[in-house]
């Protein structure tokens, strides 16, 4: 296996015009894009006016890991 | 400065008493995951962080829990509200009831009063941030143990409205996160030395 220099690796993983993906030990949450929203009184029912967000108790395996 | 509108975020008309169930509910009113921590958090943490956008986030979503604090402690004094003192000792809430009789007083569902230990606010923004996206996750998941220990649609709907809400401030925390690491990132990144660095050498 070829070892890289460091000066490549710096290169590679310091520099944003060559790195631009998420990087090592930083979390990311994707910005929301603003598409349609729901009416105001459908938005105070489900606890959210963006249809993307309106994520139920039970619907998202992840959030339900003990129910 | 705040301004205030005499009226709840989402309505709480709980028809049927449940003490037992308020003295779980009471956890979001003064627990470790409650909504008088996370509005304290947020509320402190503002000042600190280094962008316009981070710091009315905090402010907006601080302000929000605060009306979500006004929310649960309705919940939980109408659930208690004209109960005989004998019927708050069967159900758990006899100490409750020597100290504070039907008041509201922020303790945790076991009974701990509200600690500033529940909180932090760090000074750095990225610390600061990550620690917010957890108490959303952990607020959720509380709420989501009371409406596993609910039975009543009128307390059921409120807090499936106060869990909602803690899903949309965790996405605008994380963008609160990218935008304060970007603007850190640009501070420090130069792709050529800017002339003032050189000169120095
Ligand atoms: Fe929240």
Redesign the interface.
């Known amino acids: 296996m070829i070892q890289p220099t460091l000066d490549i690796c710096n290169m590679l993983y310091n520099?944003?015009?060559f790195f631009t993906g998420p990087k090592l030990a930083?979390?990311?949450?994707?910005?929301?894009q603003l598409v349609c929203v729901y009416p105001p009184m459908k938005g105070?029912e489900?606890?959210?006016i963006?249809p993307e967000?309106?994520?139920?108790?039970g619907i998202d395996p992840e959030?339900?890991a003990d129910? | 400065m705040w301004i205030y509108d005499k009226k709840l975020e989402y309505p709480v008309k709980i028809k049927n008493c449940n003490p037992k169930m308020a003295k779980y509910i009471i956890t979001q009113y003064g627990g470790p995951d409650g909504e008088l921590a996370a509005s304290l958090r947020y509320l402190s943490q503002r000042f600190s962080m280094p962008t316009e956008e981070a710091r009315s986030i905090l402010n907006d979503i601080g302000t929000e829990e605060l009306a979500h604090l006004e929310i649960v402690g309705t919940m939980v004094h109408q659930l208690t509200k004209g109960v005989p003192a004998d019927v708050l000792e069967k159900n758990g809430l006899g100490a409750y009831y020597a100290d504070h009789d039907h008041a509201i007083y922020p303790i945790s569902a076991a009974g701990n009063p509200w600690t500033a230990e529940y909180i932090q606010s760090k000074g750095d923004p990225i610390a600061d941030l990550y620690e917010d996206l957890a108490a959303e996750q952990k607020a959720r998941a509380t709420y989501e143990n009371l409406i596993n220990l609910a039975d009543d649609p009128d307390v059921i709907e409120p807090l499936k409205f106060l869990r909602a809400r803690e899903i949309v401030h965790f996405q605008r925390f994380g963008e609160a996160l990218r935008i304060v690491e970007d603007k850190l990132a640009q501070k420090k990144f130069f792709i050529t030395k800017p002339e003032f660095l050189k000169k120095r050498e």
């Open positions: 520099n944003p015009a930083h979390a990311y949450v994707p910005f929301q105070l489900r606890g959210t963006f967000l309106d994520r139920p108790f959030y339900t129910a």
